[in-house]
């Protein structure tokens, strides 16, 4: 097998996190959002998804531009918009299930939004206190801030909260 180049390795994404070394990890959208994306980066991004295994990748931005590019790398990759009018408990109901399967399963998972932002990282402490590895909300909370490197604000709180609600992972 040839040795890869360092540039055919791909870069890591932005605010890339792992919440589960090796099995689950956060980032910003590959190649930036807003006025920052760039789509040479964002190839790179991708092109270094996918040599790290992660399949498939979950997509939460509502809308679906640009996930044919991991179709093009060879990276398998799910669509879950999660849109700022979003019943939380609905998505959480659907997502929270799904994403346990595919750990369950042995898939390396990798979500992202427009940013490492509070829906991500809500989403991060939900999974936490859902499936039991978490005990309570503000333990998820303060585990999640330390694995995200950033303080959740309101959205990121409730949608914790909303997970405590929810039937518990079986």
């Given at each position: 097998?040839?040795?890869?180049?360092?540039?055919?390795?791909?870069?890591?994404?932005?605010?890339?996190?792992?919440?589960?070394?090796?099995?689950?990890?956060v980032c910003e959208r590959p190649g930036g959002y807003g006025a920052n994306?760039?789509?040479?980066?964002?190839?790179?991004?991708?092109?270094?998804?996918?040599?790290?295994?992660?399949?498939?990748?979950?997509?939460?931005?509502?809308?679906?531009?640009?996930?044919?590019?991991y179709d093009e790398?060879?990276?398998?990759?799910?669509?879950?918009?999660?849109?700022?009018?979003?019943?939380?408990g609905v998505y959480l109901a659907q997502f929270l299930p799904e994403l346990k399967g595919l750990l369950a399963a042995r898939h390396k998972v990798l979500i992202h939004g427009e940013e490492l932002g509070d829906r991500i990282s809500g989403i991060v402490g939900a999974y936490l206190v859902w499936s039991g590895l978490m005990p309570t909300g503000p333990k998820a909370i303060s585990l999640t801030e330390q694995l995200t490197a950033r303080q959740l604000g309101p959205v990121g709180r409730e949608l914790v909260a909303v997970a405590l609600t929810l039937p518990p992972a079986p």
């Open positions: 097998m040839a040795v890869k180049g360092k540039w055919a390795q791909g870069i890591e994404p932005r605010n890339f996190r792992w919440v589960m070394k090796d099995v689950l990890a994306h760039r789509r040479v980066r964002r190839q790179e991004e991708i092109i270094w998804v996918r040599e790290q295994g992660f399949s498939p990748v979950i997509s939460i931005i509502a809308s679906p531009a640009n996930l044919h590019n790398l060879g990276v398998t990759w799910l669509h879950r918009p999660f849109s700022n009018h979003e019943d939380m």
